[in-house]
């Protein structure tokens, strides 16, 4: 089984910078993955992790270090838009994805 | 016309009702999958089929079944239905290709209350 832990709520300013972590324990370890999903809507996709370091896709960016069993996915030049809950998930040795609670994420104007 | 359409969109039923659930897909993916929704527990896996003749548990197939009649479509059922199955359902695809970014491509979800 997994592990996945991640805050329940955030709140920022638009404009401003969040960073949402996530921590995991899992047997074995093939990618990590970051969703968005507004609410009364399905999951989307965001990002994906396999090895450490950063990856950058506009304004989002997702960070990723094995060693500690931990991601980051940071928000950048916040819009209201972007309220929403974002999903960390990681799959297992086997493949199979678990997801984390979520974060719900409100941006202020 | 959606990739993944799940139907009924919201279904609400009584203790002990069969209930089932459709998924259809025209994506091509070999791949489907159907979560579960709980605020606060995030999304778990119910069954998972990764070709037509291959049926998965996941981690929590108790009181639910799944049928794979085709490639495009996967639908789960509730043979007895109870309060706690109440939920935001997910059918969802993803290609298997074989490569690491293998996302998942996610249904509109079904809500079903079962009182």
């Known amino acids: 089984g997994q592990n996945i832990d991640q805050p329940t709520e955030m709140t920022a300013t638009e404009g401003a910078i969040v960073q949402i972590n996530c921590t995991y324990q899992?047997?074995?370890?093939?990618?990590l993955f970051w969703y968005q999903q507004h609410a009364g809507e399905a999951p989307t996709f965001l990002s994906y992790n396999v090895l450490d370091g950063l990856e950058e896709k506009g304004r989002f960016s997702s960070f990723l270090s094995r060693s500690k069993g931990y991601s980051y996915l940071l928000l950048k030049e916040l819009q209201m838009k972007d309220s929403a809950s974002y999903l960390c998930a990681v799959r297992d040795g086997d493949y199979k994805l678990s997801f984390g609670a979520g974060t719900t994420v409100t941006v202020r104007a | 016309d959606a990739d993944v359409t799940q139907t009924p969109r919201n279904r609400i039923t009584k203790t002990g009702k069969r209930i089932m659930l459709e998924c259809s897909q025209t994506?091509?993916?070999?791949?489907m999958y159907w979560y579960r929704q709980d605020p606060g527990l995030g999304l778990r896996l119910i069954y998972y089929?990764?070709?037509?003749?291959?049926?998965n548990k996941g981690e929590i197939s108790d009181g639910y079944s799944v049928s794979r009649q085709a490639q495009a479509k996967f639908s789960l059922s509730l043979e007895s239905a109870i309060p706690n199955q109440t939920a935001l359902y997910f059918c969802?695809?993803?290609?298997?290709?074989?490569?690491?970014?293998?996302?998942?491509?996610f249904g509109s979800g079904t809500q079903l209350s079962v009182l």
């Open positions: 969802a695809t993803s290609d298997g290709a074989g490569t690491g970014n293998e996302k998942l491509f």
């Open positions: 089929s990764f070709d037509v003749k291959d049926i």
């Open positions: 899992t047997s074995g370890f093939n990618g």
């Open positions: 994506k091509g993916h070999d791949r």
